[in-house]
Every structure is written in structure tokens, then in C-alpha cells.
């Protein structure tokens, strides 16, 4: 059965970042997750919502 939950490892792999920086996102509030039995999950569409999110708009870059 496939699922648009993800654990903590599995989220890590799909961002490509260690599980303690998916970790340390999520206890800051700074990537969308909730708590199940303590712990972590991600629901698939809001990571993707995330990563879209954290995209620059190069339209509002300042020239160095």
C-alpha cells in the first residue's frame, strides 16, 4: 500500500539531508510534520508544498 507519509528516513532520503537535519527542521517548525506516538511523519504534498515555497524568485534578487 503506498502512502503520502512519510518517517523521519524516508523524508531525509527525499530531501537529501541527514535524518538529524530533518529532524532539527521539524522540532523548529521550519519544515511541516506532526507527531504520531512521538514521532515525526511528513506528509508527502506539503514537503513538495515546502520546496516550492523555499524556491528564490530570481525576479526579487539583489544584484552583489
Not at 13 to 35: G, N, Q
Not at 37 to 60: C, M, V
Amino acid at each position: 500500500m503506498e502512502t503520502d507519509i512519510l518517517t523521519i528516513k524516508e523524508v531525509a532520503e527525499y530531501l537529501r539531508i541527514t535524518e538529524k537535519t530533518a529532524y532539527r527542521l521539524a522540532s523548529e517548525h521550519k519544515l511541516p510534520a506532526f507527531k504520531v506516538g512521538g514521532s515525526w511523519r511528513f506528509r508527502l504534498g506539503e514537503i513538495d508544498a515546502w520546496i516550492e515555497s523555499q524556491k528564490t524568485d530570481p525576479t526579487n534578487a539583489k544584484d552583489g
